[in-house]
């Protein structure tokens, strides 16, 4: 299984950067890192993708570790709208993301 | 906007009917769809990849003739739950790749069905 871990739930201020960690130890070569978002009664949205560089978008920042087992998601500035579940995957199964349990994010007014 | 459109968003219905849902891309050709379920306070889980023109790959444990799913055009996806009972409510999830390669671009995915089988 293309298995990734990430902390159950963060908290964060409103208009303060948010860090969102994902480990990713069993990570190929050729695998994607993906994060999407999942607000409330809604189908996940995507945030960012990226492979080995840094990637950056007008949602968010992907940082990704020199080895490839971990990376981060970076909200740069946090509104309410942002509190969602965030999930992190990477694709190893042909095209198809299995997601895993994510981290639900507060944003604290 | 949206690019995938699911239909009906909430469904009601009684034990032992069936239900379709329906998946479809908006502005491009999507030959593979992903078909997901979601129980409350519970991430998604992969049920099947629907492919256009050939039968459906159902993930480990899920029942084919359960959840009958049709891709008769490169637009449009359909589930079927079937004789459905109190167990098979849930939060249903269409998804698509807009582009070809598993790794090129993003997964757009539906606003979700949402099934209540009284």
């Known amino acids: 299984d293309a298995k990734t871990t990430q902390p159950n739930s963060m908290e964060s201020n409103e208009e303060e950067p948010v860090h969102l960690p994902c480990n990713h130890s069993?990570?190929?070569?050729?695998?994607?890192i993906h994060w999407y978002r999942q607000l409330p009664s809604q189908g996940p949205e995507y945030v960012i993708h990226?492979?080995?560089s840094n990637v950056n978008n007008r949602m968010a920042s992907l940082a990704i570790a020199e080895d490839r087992k971990s990376s981060t998601l970076i909200l740069h500035r946090a509104t309410l709208r942002d509190a969602a579940v965030y999930y992190c995957?990477?694709?190893?199964?042909?095209?198809?993301?299995?997601f895993g349990q994510g981290t639900e994010l507060s944003v604290k007014p | 906007g949206a690019v995938v459109s699911q239909h009906p968003s909430r469904v009601i219905c009684k034990s032992g009917t069936s239900v379709k849902i329906e998946c479809r891309s908006l502005?491009?050709?999507?030959?593979?769809m992903f078909w997901y379920r979601q129980f409350p306070k519970q991430s998604l889980m992969l049920m099947a990849t629907?492919?256009?023109?050939?039968?459906?790959?159902?993930e480990q444990g899920v029942e084919k003739d359960k959840f009958l799913i049709n891709h008769a055009s490169l637009t449009l996806s359909t589930l079927t739950v079937t004789s459905a009972h109190p167990e098979d409510s849930s939060f249903y999830i269409c998804?698509?790749?807009?582009?070809?390669?598993?790794?090129?671009?993003?997964?757009?995915f539906g606003e979700g069905s949402r099934l209540t089988v009284l």
């Open positions: 998804s698509a790749r807009r582009g070809q390669g598993r790794n090129t671009g993003e997964l757009f």
């Open positions: 069993t990570i190929s070569g050729t695998d994607y």
């Open positions: 990226g492979l080995t």
């Open positions: 995957i990477h694709d190893n199964q042909g095209g198809k993301l299995i």
């Open positions: 502005d491009f050709q999507a030959t593979t």
């Open positions: 629907s492919n256009e023109g050939s039968k459906a790959t159902y």
